[in-house]
């Protein structure tokens, strides 16, 4: 157990409807990634948070956002659904050391998009 | 990022020591080379990092060669709860947004 939960653990939505997933960070830390993980293949970074503001994303279009609250919890939005996003959504929590940051994941999310 | 390139799968008998290689031969200097797994239906764990050091902690061992282009995990007693993906990440932002390659995934038979 990594303290970090997510809810729900499983969703479906239908195309082009909208779907939030929530993320509690673990005790004390203060960033937070989230990833794509389709079915056979690794986890693909979507975005990270760091202290409420967007601080790095990977190649995912616009309709993918994101929150931080000041509590360090975490929203990941994707509007527009689309078959393809049909996924595991893993959050991850850290501290943001300047190195060596230890990524702690939750059990992640099961969207399926029909 | 650094690629990295790991067998896609690789087996083990329990109770023996599993090594897991990962070459990484364009790492930068400042790249840190990671390891997590992932059971079956789980988030991945974290196992262990380092940057030019061999590394011990109570999961595995990581053993780095001296040009930092390749390690080696090491598992040194696998047991039927170590059957995971095992993933080896070179990171250059402190580890923070990982890229993911394909993993090996490793099966300990009894």
């Known amino acids: 157990e990594t303290g970090v939960t997510q809810s729900p653990t499983h969703l479906i939505k239908t195309r082009g409807q909208q779907v939030t997933l929530r993320c509690s960070s673990q005790?004390?830390?203060?960033?937070v990634s989230w990833y794509q993980q389709a079915l056979g293949q690794g986890p693909q970074f979507i975005f990270q948070y760091y202290r409420e503001e967007e601080n790095g994303r990977g190649n995912f279009p616009p309709r993918f956002s994101g929150l931080q609250f000041p509590n360090y919890s975490s929203e990941l939005n994707v509007n527009a659904l689309e078959l393809d996003d049909s996924a595991l959504y893993l959050c991850a929590s850290s501290l943001n050391k300047r190195r060596g940051n230890e990524q702690f994941f939750g059990p992640g999310t099961r969207l399926t998009v029909l | 990022d650094a690629k990295t390139t790991q067998p896609p799968s690789m087996d083990c008998a329990e109770g023996r020591a599993a090594n897991l290689p990962c070459n990484h031969s364009?790492?930068?200097?400042?790249?840190?080379v990671y390891w997590y797994r992932q059971i079956h239906s789980q988030g991945p764990q974290y196992i262990i990092h380092?940057?030019?050091n061999n590394e011990t902690n109570e999961m595995a061992s990581l053993i780095i060669t001296e040009d930092r282009k390749s390690s080696t995990l090491i598992l040194p007693h696998a047991t039927l709860r170590d059957t995971a993906v095992y993933y080896c990440?070179?990171?250059?932002?402190?580890?923070?947004?990982?890229?993911f390659g394909g993993g090996t995934r490793l099966m300990v038979k009894p």
């Open positions: 380092g940057l030019k």
């Open positions: 005790s004390g830390h203060n960033t």
């Open positions: 990440i070179v990171s250059p932002n402190a580890g923070n947004m990982l890229t």
């Open positions: 364009t790492i930068s200097g400042n790249e840190y």
